[in-house]
């Protein structure tokens, strides 16, 4: 027998909250590049390109250096194209200095299962050889299915495989906050 499922969303993240996760994580690329004077910062699309550009306003509101920002599709490169119907091409945007020799920094919005950076890696090897890739990701959601790990997250957040972390961007959604999305049976909390 089945039961129909409502979805309760919780914010876990608001604002705030979502300010000061990515003026941390803009600090500590600093520290770890030491000036991010060869760093590049390439979101995946599409909230991944917008966390991109707020870390880039925040290094250089800090230390006064503009880094590179660009975006990597990665839809040609994902493992689960046959499973599905046909998906739009995004857009690669890579900065007119290239990634050659430079540290590239990934950033997505919520790292997952970890398939999404393995394919954003295998787009990265074809457009040039970084010194360095690290990843940069709001939410760390934990249930990793490759071996991959984040240099800098805003905010782990420990979840069920059966719930889903939806990020909001004002750019994009009107507001900033990132919520948990629960299925409950119907009539539950009732």
Do not use: C, W
């Amino acid at each position: 027998m089945t039961h129909a499922q409502n979805q309760v969303a919780r914010a876990v993240l608001e604002g705030p909250d979502i300010h000061r996760a990515l003026t941390r994580i803009a600090h500590e690329i600093l520290e770890r590049t030491r000036g991010a004077s060869d760093v590049v910062l390439l979101g995946i699309p599409t909230r991944g390109a917008t966390l991109a550009h707020r870390l880039a306003e925040r290094v250089a509101q800090f230390e006064g250096v503009k880094v590179p920002v660009g975006s990597i599709d990665i839809t040609m490169y994902r493992d689960d194209l046959r499973l599905g119907p046909a998906r739009p091409l995004g857009k690669t945007d890579v900065p007119a200095g290239g990634i050659d020799g430079k540290t590239v920094v990934l950033v997505d919005d919520v790292l997952f299962s970890g398939r999404t950076v393995r394919a954003a890696l295998d787009a990265l090897g074809d457009i040039g050889r970084p010194k360095a890739v690290q990843l940069a990701t709001l939410v760390d959601r934990g249930h990793r299915e490759l071996p991959i790990r984040a240099d800098y997250v805003g905010k782990n957040l420990p979840t069920a495989k059966s719930e889903k972390v939806k990020v909001l961007l004002s750019e994009i959604d009107g507001r900033d906050a990132v919520e948990l999305l629960k299925n409950e049976p119907e009539g539950a909390g009732k």
